[in-house]
Structure formats: C-alpha cells, structure tokens
C-alpha cells in the first residue's frame, strides 16, 4: 500500500503542480480586485477603527487577502464571509456564495478528480503494482475456493467425488457465490469432467483451485473448456480406433500370406 501511494504521488506530481498554480493565479486575481474594493473602507476614519480592524485582519492587505481567499476556498469560509456582510454590505455575500460554488466546489472538485484520475492511471501501468495486483487476487481466489473444497469435502478425505459435488452445487447459496465468482454452472456433471484434470473420478484442492480458476469468467470460457475436452475424448477415440484399424489390417495381411 505505501508502494502505491507514493508511487501514484510521484508519478502525479506534475498534475498536482499545475493544479497548485492555476488555483493560485485565480486567487490572486480575486485578491488583487476584492482588496481594491476594501481599501476606502478600511482608510475611511469615519468608520468604526474597531470595525476597520476587523475587515483588515482578513482584507487589508494583499498577503492577507490571499490567506483568507484559501480559506474561504479550504476551510472555514463563514467568518470572512461575515466579516463583510455584517460591516461592509450585504451584497458581498453574493460575491462569497459565487466563489463557494464555482471556486470551492466546482473547480477544486474538477482538480480532485483530475488528479485521482492520474494517479489511477500511474498505478495501472507500473509493473510492480500489477504483479502485486495480480498475486492479491491469486491469494484471494485461493483462500475463497479452499473454503468451499472444506465445505464440499463433507466425509473428510481430502478429496471431493461426484455425489459431494452434486450436492454442494445444490445449494442455492453456492451456486449464487460461484455466479459472484464469474462461474456460471449449467452441468453440474460436465463441470465436474472439467475440473477432474486427471480422470480419477475425484477433485482434488490443488484441481479445484486451479480449475475454477481456468473456467471462471464469461460463458465463453466455460464453452471454450468444454470443446477443448470433447476434442480430447474425440482424438483419444480416434487413436483407439487407428490401433484397432491397424492391428486389423495387419492380421489380415498375415493371413493372406
């Protein structure tokens, strides 16, 4: 995790820089034009000194100005806000309610998912982060098809034989879990065939395993598995029929001699 946090960190760093400066101009800008509208109110002596501290603490100069746009935009924006619409005019809330909505929601929203989405892309195409990817999901899918071989091997050999497996896939429970695992069973016995890697009429943790593995996915997996194991049983006919053939065609020809 700390691998892929500073990985996408260093490889979003020029997202986050230009991110940084284009906030920083906008603010400057409104700095620059809210501080020429303050000015005659904070040097008019007619008015309250009290009341002029208290806009110059956040208004009164330029430094001032850019902290308070950042906080308005970051953190607490009710204080400034109130500052102004309570001593200066009502109409400056306005002013903040805009820079709320367009500079504290839309366009910082409009950075956040920029840069979330750079960091996704920086992790998805780092070779470390995909074999750690790859292995946490091979460790995940083990440990999930284990606890299902120990639930299926109800008499505890090790193994799981056909009447186990038949009743295991008639659970409603089980057959929703393998869906969620991209399993989709429509023969429970031709799924067994499948898994059976050896043909010892048994399933093994290591065939379970690696079985679920190979077939689970889209129904083209599983019809795919299907056909390369009936071609299978069709070759291995046709070599037991060409031995026959053979022997026949050399019995006969001992014959004629």
Known sequence: SLYLMTTAISGSVSVLMWSIALLTIAQMVISIVLQNQLQD???DEGINEATRLE????????????????EITLGNWMVPCRTLVENVSEWYSLFFLFHRLV???????????????????????DDRVMMMN??????THMKKVTV?????D??????IDVDEFENVLHDPDIATWLSAMELEVHNHLELFELLDTNGDG???????VDGVRRLKGSAKNYDVMTLQRTQQEIMASLRELSAVMTRHLNVKGSVQL
């Open 41 to 43: 109110f904070v040097l």
């Open 55 to 70: 806009v110059f603490k956040f208004f009164g100069t330029f430094t001032r100005n850019m902290l308070t746009m950042f």
């Open 103 to 125: 500079i504290g929601f839309s366009v910082v929203a409009v950075m956040t998912a920029v840069f979330i989405s750079e960091t996704f892309k920086v992790a998805a195409v």
């Open 134 to 139: 790859r292995e946490r999901a091979s460790k």
């Open 148 to 152: 299902l071989f120990h639930h299926a």
């Open 154 to 159: 109800t008499d505890g050999d090790g193994c």
């Open 202 to 208: 048994s399933i093994s943790a290591f065939e379970l």
